[in-house]
């Protein structure tokens, strides 16, 4: 097996999962389909194609990424750290030592050097070629996601340019306010690579917006990657198998020929619209603010193409496992850079930006925020309002635990650092928009050479006594959901906790 080749492909490996519904019922793309997937969303449930749309011919699939299995189906992998540990693996080559060494090294390079896109002539997303009048947004079920929305937006999008100084590609996904039937907002926020490659052009940028497209490469689309590399590289790399492109009709642009339906068209760099106001990943309306105007060339699409969407709100939302997935992929990458640190955790409520926590292996006096310091510093994390530093003892997905150690090990005064940097975008509590404060937390056990006592022994039972109370457990007669002995009460998470706390 292999991770979906296309967005077809993805639906069958849902469906033969148990992880999709058809919906046959009409449904309206203003509102009510919201409302349908934050329920669906929250509950854990399934994947859904609704093939009913109000106004539209087309099809509309939602949530295929709402949990954590059909996450890891996507990348047809065991769990969301082993798509890491294989980008891990290719991190830490070491020149090989002996024969077999030689071959498996010999194989990482040619997963690398096979991740590269390849250009193909003929490609289904061009099965059917709408220009000029015909190229029309109206054919598309876009969804109005919440009530005090500007408009329409398309929210899953895989939007690609070329840097115009040295024609590298970037792709990411950026929301699309439709404005007409042939002009879109793009919401190039100022930290992101597709606004660079804008800003760099003098007059006009080629822009290619893919919609529907293997789970794998759609992800990569939301990846923070550093500017320099390729998204395509990257989802190549995590298929085992390159990205399949084929050149737009109307622009000099490479789009992947699996595509379900393709946006070509350009940005004219003086103008600008208002975008917004828009229900955002932070639970709150992002403000109206001006972005450029896309205005489309050429739409092309399969036949009976499947158009894919997202709703974000208030977290937990379909976007938490897509940010999971990035958590937990980047781990080993981070890891390269700041070899100290064992674990991090970017919680969900947290919108992502907001909160990280981070598990340290300390060494010296001042160590965790040499940590914070990093973490700052480091590509989109840099943008992350809070930064809590723990033991690497500690784990940093169980909040009550992390909490625990904040309130114990925490002097305010001294363990307390505010700062100020550079902050999301979105984020509308700074005073000034894009800067304010940074705050670090040193919830790890203090030397005397950091100001700190004697630091006090953690309690823990000897291991003579629990082993002696597991053998006798059961002649006691006290039955308890979990009787594992970490002193901790345990229920079994439901999905909503699963989702918000792993
Ligand atoms: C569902 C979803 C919607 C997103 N919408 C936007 C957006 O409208 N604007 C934006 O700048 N980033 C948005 N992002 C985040 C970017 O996709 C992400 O930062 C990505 O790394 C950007 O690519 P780049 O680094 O190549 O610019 C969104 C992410 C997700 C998962
Ligand atoms: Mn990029």
């Known amino acids: 097996m292999a991770p979906p080749a296309d967005l077809r492909a993805w639906i069958a490996v849902l469906e033969r999962e148990g992880e999709l519904v058809r919906i046959g019922a009409e449904v309206d793309p203003q509102l009510e389909i919201t409302e349908i997937v934050d329920r669906t969303v929250k509950a854990g449930g ?50 090989p030592q002996g024969m077999i060494q030689k071959v498996r090294g010999l194989q990482k ?4 050097a096979d991740s590269r896109p390849r250009t193909v002539r003929r490609a289904v997303c061009q099965e059917i070629v709408l220009t000029g009048e015909d190229a029309n947004l109206d054919v598309l079920p876009i969804q109005t996601c919440w009530p005090a929305d500007a408009g329409p937006f398309i929210t899953l999008p895989a939007v690609i340019t070329h840097d115009p100084r040295d024609g590298m590609r970037n792709v990411g996904m950026y929301r699309l306010q439709k404005l007409g039937p042939r002009a879109t907002a793009m919401h190039w ?18 822009v290619a917006v893919a919609l529907g497209l293997d789970p794998v490469t759609t992800y990569s689309a939301s990846a923070p990657l550093p500017k320099h590399v390729d998204e395509l590289m990257l ?18 642009v490479d789009v992947p020929a699996d595509a379900e339906i393709v946006l070509e068209g350009t940005i004219d760099k003086d103008e600008v619209t208002d975008e917004g106001p828009f229900g955002d990943h932070t639970g709150y309306y992002t403000a109206m603010e001006p972005f450029p105007v896309f205005r489309l060339s050429a739409i092309t699409m399969r036949r009976d193409a499947i158009y894919p969407s997202i709703v974000v709100g208030k977290p937990p939302a379909e976007d938490a496992w897509l940010g999971k997935a990035t958590e937990r992929i980047f ?20 919108a992502f930006h907001n909160c990280c926590i981070v598990s340290i292996r300390k060494a010296f006096p001042g160590h965790a925020q040499k940590v914070m310091h ?40 001294r363990d307390v650092l505010i700062t100020e940097g550079p902050l999301d975008h979105l984020d509308h509590a700074p005073t000034l928009q894009f800067y304010g404060g940074k705050l670090g937390i040193d919830a790890t056990h203090k030397t005397p050479a950091e100001g700190a006592r004697e630091w006090p022994a953690e309690i823990q039972m000897s291991e003579e006594i629990r082993e002696l109370v597991d ?32």
């Open 471 to 502: 053998r006798r457990w059961s002649e006691y007669g006290i039955e308890l959901d979990t009787a594992a002995g970490n002193g901790r009460i345990r229920q079994s998470p439901g999905p909503l906790q699963r989702l918000l706390r792993r």
């Open 235 to 252: 989802a190549g790399f995590l298929r085992g198998k390159p990205v399949e492109l084929v050149r737009a009709k109307t622009i000099s």
């Open 46 to 95: 399934p994947a859904l194609l609704f093939e009913n749309v109000k106004g539209s011919e087309r099809p509309l699939l939602i949530n295929q990424f709402g949990t954590e299995r059909r996450m890891c189906l996507a990348f047809d992998a065991p769990s969301l750290d082993a798509v890491g540990e294989r980008i891990g693996d290719v991190l830490e080559m070491q020149p």
């Open 189 to 206: 926020q100022i930290h992101k690579d597709g606004r660079a490659d804008y800003l760099a052009t003098n007059g006009k940028i080629e």
């Open 109 to 112: 390079l040619k997963s690398i």
């Open 374 to 413: 990093a973490i700052w510093g480091l590509g989109m994390l840099s943008l992350t309002k809070c930064v809590v530093v723990v033991d690497e003892w500690v784990d940093v997905h169980d909040y009550e635990e992390v909490l625990f150690r904040v309130g114990a090990n925490v002097d305010p005064k």
């Open 331 to 350: 781990l080993p990458a981070i890891r390269m850079t700041v070899p100290e640190i064992v674990d991090y955790d970017l919680p969900v409520a947290g």
